[in-house]
């Protein structure tokens, strides 16, 4: 059976329907990669090579969404260059974790980082730049 390691709860909500809806999706992943961990690295690196992309390509376009949210609302700048940072930051991590990927591989250390970063990224940087009352 397919088990729920992540859930969305309202504790997560950024205010924006548009963002909570893709922080869903990036939750979602997030649940289909853990399904996929095995005692088999190979399998488990087979898995993960045929959804990188979809998985990379979804998370730029969330990153850009929200980058764009905070422009177009004039976010103080201070906010939006640390959010951009972490951002691009966790790409590079992603980048490399598919770079090394084909050398030692563990999905479970893959999905342990997901959780971790997502999770911690929603709550305090996003709750914080994206809130409406921080939208001027
Ligand atoms: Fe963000």
Known sequence: MKSQ???WSEELATGLDIVD???KGLIN???DLTNNIDLDHKKELKYFN???DEITNYIIEHFSTEENIMELNNINKRFLDQHRYEH???IKKIGGIIETSEINFSLDD???FLIEWVINHINQT??????KGMIT
Do not use: A, C, G, Y
């Open 5 to 7: 390691v992540l859930e």
């Open 21 to 23: 809806n893709q922080h």
């Open 29 to 31: 992943f997030i649940n």
């Open 50 to 52: 045929s959804v990188k």
């Open 88 to 90: 691009s930051t966790f």
């Open 110 to 112: 893959v999905v342990f």
């Open 126 to 131: 996003d709750k914080n730049s994206l809130n």
